[in-house]
């Protein structure tokens, strides 16, 4: 234990030094680096089938003769089998929760080529465009699939399946609700999403949270829908409640206990929620510039599960939530967002290197965390209390 410890504490002190937003690179070098980063993750892996996954990863440039941004696609490839193999865990100090490190963290590096520079060239802009919707649509596939599972949870469970940026779907034993989910699928996919949920709810209007598919099918099935803005014109229906004003005593959505603390992205309306479902108090602070307003929530209940965009100071999050009543790490789960936003610029697309590394969200040593559980799109996890 006190060897895998070690290792993971050298692996973060290398990149703390550039842990400060990720650094356009040419594909060259980007395929360097990866190269060196799975050259040192094969070495973790000895004499398992991941050490041939990434072996597979060790070819040199000059080796990709007739496509040079073919290793983008197989570097995400490879992660997604690697996933197959390891399903998310709590992330701890084991073996399996390093590994998931990982692999998550050599995700970063094919979905960091610098399509959006002025100077790309039209095949690294095709290449990233084909691998950013391949990789999109296998994660909705994931979910989709599970989400059509017959699955039966007991008490004090509560199942996340995450869809991409902050999309979330959250299922008790009695009600499913979806949270922020912009659904790039086709129809069928935001009907099927919409049939199995008790309500849903959007902290603010920026299109990565919400697509035109979803609130079609949202309004044809009639679901119960809180946001803070009205985001599609003459889209109304009954359900549909348009609320940006403080709700501290709770209100019933559909079953689903709901508290509303109004706040800013940047100058875009921004609800942070408190949702209470089959004994799951959950923390969704959106992307709220305005994180000293849950400090506000002081006298409140903690919460179970804490939602939170890992980019926007993650760390004043945890701040606000250690001040609530009955706080303890270890009874409070942690679901980290907003990883690799595929339309920002590199140095704004939120990295898993950044999440690990930067002190303002989960690389400060001197922090206690609640309970991380990293998932890539399309993944789920179980927790249990």
């Known amino acids: 234990m006190k060897k895998l410890l070690l290792i993971l504490i050298m692996l973060l002190l290398a990149l703390q030094s550039e842990a400060y937003d990720w650094k356009a690179q040419t594909n060259e070098e980007l395929h360097k680096d990866m190269i060196t980063f799975t050259r040192g993750f094969k070495k973790r892996v000895k004499n398992t089938i991941d050490e041939q996954t990434l072996k597979a990863l060790l070819k040199e440039q000059k080796e990709f003769s007739s496509d040079r941004y073919a290793w983008i696609r197989q570097t995400v490839d490879a992660v997604l089998e690697m996933e197959r193999r390891h399903l998310p865990v709590e992330d701890v100090n084991s073996n399996e929760a390093l590994l998931r490190r990982d692999m998550l963290l050599l995700l970063d590096f094919p979905l960091h080529a610098d399509n959006r520079s002025k100077d790309a060239p039209i095949e690294l802009k095709n290449a990233f465009s084909s691998v950013s919707n391949y990789y999109r649509k296998q994660g909705r596939e994931r979910a989709l699939m599970e989400l059509k599972k017959d699955v039966k949870l007991q008490n004090g469970e509560l199942?996340?399946?995450?869809?991409?940026?902050?999309?979330?779907?959250?299922?008790?034993?009695?009600?499913?609700?979806?949270?922020?989910?912009?659904?790039?699928?086709?129809?069928?996919?935001?009907?099927?999403?919409?049939?199995?949920?008790?309500?849903?709810?959007?902290?603010?209007?920026?299109k990565d949270h919400y697509s035109d598919v979803m609130i079609k099918a949202l309004k044809e099935n009639k679901v119960p829908t809180v946001l803070p803005k009205n985001v599609v014109a003459n889209t109304m229906w009954d359900e549909k409640h348009i609320i940006y004003e403080d709700k501290y005593s709770p209100i019933d959505i559909n079953g689903i206990k709901t508290i509303i603390q109004t706040g800013l992205?940047?100058?875009?309306?921004?609800?942070?929620?408190?949702?209470?479902?089959?004994?799951?108090?959950?923390?969704?602070?959106?992307?709220?510039?305005?994180?000293?307003?849950?400090?506000?929530?002081?006298?409140?209940?903690?919460?179970?599960?804490?939602?939170?965009?890992?980019?926007?100071?993650?760390?004043?999050?945890?701040?606000?939530?250690?001040?609530?009543?009955?706080?303890?790490?270890?009874?409070?789960?942690?679901?980290?967002?907003?990883?690799?936003?595929?339309?920002?610029?590199?140095?704004?697309?939120?990295?898993?290197?950044?999440?690990?590394?930067?002190?303002?969200?989960?690389?400060?040593?001197?922090?206690?965390?609640?309970?991380?559980?990293?998932?890539?799109?399309?993944?789920s996890y179980t927790l249990k209390k």
């Open 159 to 206: 199942q996340v399946i995450k869809i991409y940026n902050c999309g979330i779907i959250l299922r008790t034993v009695n009600h499913t609700i979806a949270i922020d989910v912009k659904w790039e699928g086709d129809e069928a996919g935001a009907l099927e999403i919409a049939s199995k949920i008790d309500a849903f709810f959007l902290s603010h209007p920026h």
């Open 265 to 379: 992205q940047r100058d875009i309306p921004n609800n942070a929620y408190i949702l209470e479902m089959d004994g799951w108090r959950i923390l969704l602070p959106g992307e709220s510039g305005k994180y000293k307003r849950l400090y506000e929530l002081s006298s409140m209940e903690a919460p179970d599960l804490i939602l939170v965009p890992s980019w926007n100071k993650a760390n004043r999050v945890f701040e606000a939530v250690r001040m609530m009543k009955n706080y303890k790490a270890s009874r409070v789960f942690c679901i980290p967002e907003h990883e690799n936003e595929l339309t920002h610029t590199v140095n704004h697309r939120e990295s898993y290197r950044e999440l690990f590394t930067r002190e303002d969200r989960l690389g400060n040593f001197e922090t206690i965390y609640p309970r991380i559980v990293l998932l890539d799109i399309g993944e």
